[in-house]
């Protein structure tokens, strides 16, 4: 028997030593265990997730400081836990942890050396990262043991890739990637299929991915099929056939996954060789034979398991608590998001440059970011001793978008570095440094001197009129003769901010330089480079007297390193530019917080430069702008970012029949304002503003009862250009102004109605859900909302689900040639005449802009007529008015409709972002 008529199997586990416990025997479940997550009624921003629950403790075992408890050493702040519940069927659970795995042995039917077709049905596929990595989903492939390289299935940056080699080497590798990124289902489920014929039949070999629903298909092709000239066969090998993190490529990683089957085929729809499907699994199997003979091991992690996370969080505290008697002995765990950690005590994270440039183990790095009153230039590298400065004016020049503010050097200014010996011979040293000069000096004047252990002793770069304009590198050796003369033209040396790179690299007997630099935020760029006999060896030290015609020159960053580094470009612009995904995924990357979403970067705002703030508000920042969602990930601990864009034009996760009683009273519709703007200005950080105000709506900003009265609001976001300002006030303005019925509360009593709870499970921020059946007297009979955030309570014989929604209309927008949401609205229509509430037959004037379609094919369509929503089939007559056939009362309203009325679309075309 199932809940209700049993207990709900919830079950609480704690990480402890790194393994998941199960404690759920100590867990209270008549007080019930309580769960929020994201949005509350429509607030501002989403909250760290909450759970609360009570521990039994009169065994004294959740007491850390309990020297004879069992967890003694292992229970402390933060420690994770999870709150779950049992699912409709089993699946593997690959945690995206070294190791974990489902593993088959190499047998001689998976060695398939010509077309192969690969399937897997996944579940919760929001776990795809935009992360510029690739991770393994199942592969035959071992290049660790032996050249033992056959074929794997690969997930990057939301794309599929489909590789392998012809003999088992790196040397035939191919890789071919999807044309289009996995685009996301409000399921979660979803089946990815990568085909190869190796020999097309026209001279050439062709690779193919498709998504379905589940393995049984249809399939839909992912994209273009890509076609390769030439034919092409896979290595047999003797690689085990791994379903995540296969631990024969120790260079790769895989995913979080929860797999539901997987096929693999010797031919396109050929025979099936493997076929394991986890569904049919005992929970807790750690082996089992497909149906295709194939015996399979669950390893490192890796689990079969019908448990679906409700909660994964941090316990920061365990208060001991007891009655009065001291005989009831219990803990009320309070546990959290990772984003209430992130979010306390955090200070502010450095520049761009400053968290770019140690990532390429420079040798010696001063930022010059000091502060005015400074007297020298610290150094964030051990052992490397500040730069000594004279006539440096600290902190005077603000407008590099990557740096803090930096120096401008005054007349006589002078600076002294000492470059620590590096631990191996080098085969090339690089200086870099950014400036900003805004004119070519008149004449010639020092722009930097260091000196090295090699040949050439001493190193010169004078910039300004030796032959015109020119940049002049000359480098003396220990006896003063000259090692090399080089003079190019300074072209595009001023007038902005500018990257400087000095490579010098040892080729054979002879030394090769290079000078160059860049305009920042451009692909412009100039250089001077050559040879000359010598040995480079290493870079000892900087001292420079600058030219006293540099002066106003503002200079930062300089850096001496041992290798080839690229650690300025894009940090040097604060990566202005930055899509959402882009931005959260690096910073959770440079940070080692876990990070996952899905989406293509393409639908996602352009952000402006990454300002120095805390963590937490860089991504906050980064999500307001998109209009997207910033949570945590419920199935692991790992932050989750959805994309505004992926909120258009949802499929419903549940509808609910509130005649059925799906809904758990009270269901209660508010007509107020707490959404409403309708005088919109948004500015761009660092730039300029754009303003949007409604005055002709029903939530206009005229007074009532043309309008509702302004309320205005005014919103800085990281916009990349000012020419971002009008779309984005304007979408702001459109949601603030939508009239859409809220339901700011749907209870969902999953005791009562237990057959919703698989749709249920499935619901997380910013789904859409649907509410059919509601009474016509309350207005619309269906509503349309959108899932913000939720309270959950879980106890013996109760399971609630409580959804914080706000309405989902505005968030419909044109897609091209589409039937419903790809017609653009009248610019103007009403009736020309009063109608019953049963006339079929509408005459309809147009006010404004071109008359109606009489075309039959763009009919039938949806009007909206003072609540009423009416479809017309035909329409006729070329001049105004025009007469429509209608089926009236689409919507359950029934009413007579009055002249003059208002004719507008149902559903009007609304350009997305």
């Known amino acids: 028997m199932a809940f209700p008529t049993t207990p709900l199997a919830v079950q609480v586990d704690l990480q402890l030593g790194g393994t998941w416990i199960d404690v759920t025997s100590d867990v209270r479940l008549g007080d019930r265990i309580h769960i929020e997550r994201g949005r509350h009624d429509e607030g501002s921003r989403v909250d760290p997730a909450k759970c609360t629950l009570t521990l039994d403790n009169r065994s004294g075992k959740y007491s850390p400081r309990n020297p004879v408890s069992p967890y003694y050493g292992l229970l402390g702040r933060n420690t994770p836990i999870r709150v779950s519940v049992p699912g409709a069927s089993a699946y593997l659970d690959v945690p995206g942890t070294t190791g974990g795995r489902a593993t088959t042995p190499d047998a001689p039917v998976l060695r398939i050396t010509g077309d192969l077709d690969v399937r897997v049905d996944l579940d919760g596929l929001w776990s795809l990262p935009i992360d510029e990595q690739y991770h393994e989903v199942i592969s035959r492939y071992d290049n660790s043991t032996g050249e033992q390289r056959s074929w794997r299935l690969m997930v990057g940056n939301a794309f599929l890739f489909l590789e392998w080699s012809a003999d088992g080497t790196g040397a035939t590798f191919r890789s071919i990637g999807s044309t289009q990124a ?50 092409t066969s896979i290595h047999p090998g003797t690689a085990p056939l791994v379903i995540g993190d296969n631990t024969l490529v120790p260079a790769v990683s895989t995913l979080p996954l929860h797999v539901l089957r997987a096929e693999v085929r010797a031919g396109i729809d050929g025979s099936a060789v493997a076929t394991p499907d986890f569904t049919v699994q005992a929970p807790g199997a750690s082996s089992f034979s497909d149906s295709s003979g194939r015996t399979w091991t669950i390893a490192d992690g890796a689990e079969i398991t019908n448990r679906v996370a409700r909660f994964i ?98 007349t006589g200014a002078r600076f002294h570095g ?54 002049h590198l000359y480098a003396l050796d ?33 030394l090769q330089f290079l000078v160059q630099w860049f305009a920042v935020g451009s ?16 870079l000892t030290e900087i001292d420079t007297q600058l ?91 790992a932050l989750w970012y959805r994309p505004g864009y992926l909120t258009y034009n949802q499929r419903p996760t549940i509808t609910l029949d509130f005649g059925a009683g799906d809904v758990a009273p009270p269901l209660e519709l508010v007509d107020d304002d707490q959404a409403v703007r309708n005088d919109v200005t948004i500015t761009r950080s660092g730039g300029s503003s754009a303003r949007a105000v409604d005055t002709t709506s029903r939530l206009s900003v005229q007074m009532p009862p043309a309008g509702v009265g302004r309320y205005d609001e005014a919103v800085t976001l990281s916009l990349h ?43 997380d921020l910013r789904d859409r859900i649907t509410i059919t059946g509601l009474p016509p007297a309350d207005g619309p009979t269906t509503a349309d909302l959108i899932v913000e955030g939720y309270t959950e309570t879980l106890g013996l014989y109760d399971w609630d689900l409580t959804l914080n929604c706000s309405p989902a209309g505005g968030w419909n927008v044109a897609v091209l040639d589409d039937p419903v949401c790809g017609r653009a609205d009248t610019s103007g229509s009403q009736l020309a005449a009063g109608a019953t509430a049963t006339a079929t037959t509408l005459s309809i004037a147009t006010t404004t802009g071109p008359l109606w379609s009489t075309d039959p094919a763009e009919y039938p369509v949806d009007v909206l007529i003072v609540g009423e929503r009416v479809t017309i089939t035909a329409l006729t007559g070329t001049t105004s008015p025009q007469t429509a056939t209608a089926v009236r009362s689409v919507n359950g309203v029934t009413k007579p409709l009055p002249a003059a009325a208002d004719v507008r679309l149902w559903q009007p075309a609304i350009t997305a972002l």
């Open 182 to 231: 996995v685009q996301p289902t409000q399921a979660g489920r979803m089946a990815l299929r990568a085909t190869l014929d190796v020999d097309n039949g026209t001279g050439g070999h062709t690779v193919r991915f498709y998504t379905a629903a589940s393995t049984s298909g249809p399939w839909t092709q992912l994209g273009d099929a890509v076609v390769t000239a030439g034919a």
């Open 313 to 410: 969080g941090e316990v920061a505290a365990w208060p001991p608590r007891r009655d009065v008697s001291g005989t009831d002995v219990f803990v009320p765990v309070q546990a959290a998001g990772i984003m209430r950690r992130l979010g306390q005590g955090a200070a502010p994270l450095q520049s761009t440059l400053r968290r770019s440039i140690p990532s390429g183990q420079p040798l010696a790095y001063w930022p010059l970011e000091d502060e005015r009153g400074a007297s020298q230039a610290y150094s964030p590298l051990p052992g490397v001793n500040p730069l000594e400065v004279t006539a440096i004016e600290f902190g005077a020049d603000s407008d590099l978008a990557g740096s803090q503010p930096l120096p401008v050097l005054r």
């Open 418 to 471: 000492v470059v620590p010996a590096p631990s191996t011979p080098l085969t090339v040293w690089q200086i870099n440094f950014l400036y900003r000069a805004a004119t070519v000096p008149a004449q010639t004047s020092r722009l930097l001197t260091w000196k090295t252990s090699g040949t050439a002793a001493t190193w010169v770069l004078d910039v300004g009129a030796l032959s015109g304009t020119s940049m």
């Open 478 to 510: 220990a006896a003063g003769n000259t090692v090399l003369d080089a003079v190019e033209p300074a072209n595009l040396f001023a007038g902005g901010w500018h990257q400087m790179l000095i490579r010098v690299t040892q080729v054979g007997a002879n």
């Open 523 to 538: 692909q412009s760029s100039w250089s001077v480079s050559g040879t000359a006999p010598g040995t480079i060896g290493a």
């Open 547 to 637: 030219g006293d015609l540099l002066d106003g020159m503002a200079l930062g960053h300089l850096a001496v390193f041992g290798s080839a580094a690229d650690v300025y470009s894009h940090a040097d612009n604060a990566f202005e530019g930055d899509r959402p995904n882009q931005r959260i995924t690096r910073l959770c990357r440079e940070e080692g917080v876990a990070a996952l979403t899905l989406g293509e970067i393409d639908g996602e705002v352009a952000l402006g430069a990454q300002r120095p703030a805390t963590f937490l508000a860089l991504l906050q920042e980064a999500a307001e702008t998109d209009n997207g969602v910033l949570a945590e990930h419920r199935d692991s601990i």
């Open 721 to 763: 250009r000012d020419g971002q300002l009008p779309d984005i006030a304007g979408w702001r303005l459109h949601l603030g102004t939508w009239d859409g019925a809220r339901y700011p509360s749907v209870r969902l009593d999953l005791a009562a109605a237990p057959r919703l709870i698989p749709a249920a499970l499935r619901i």
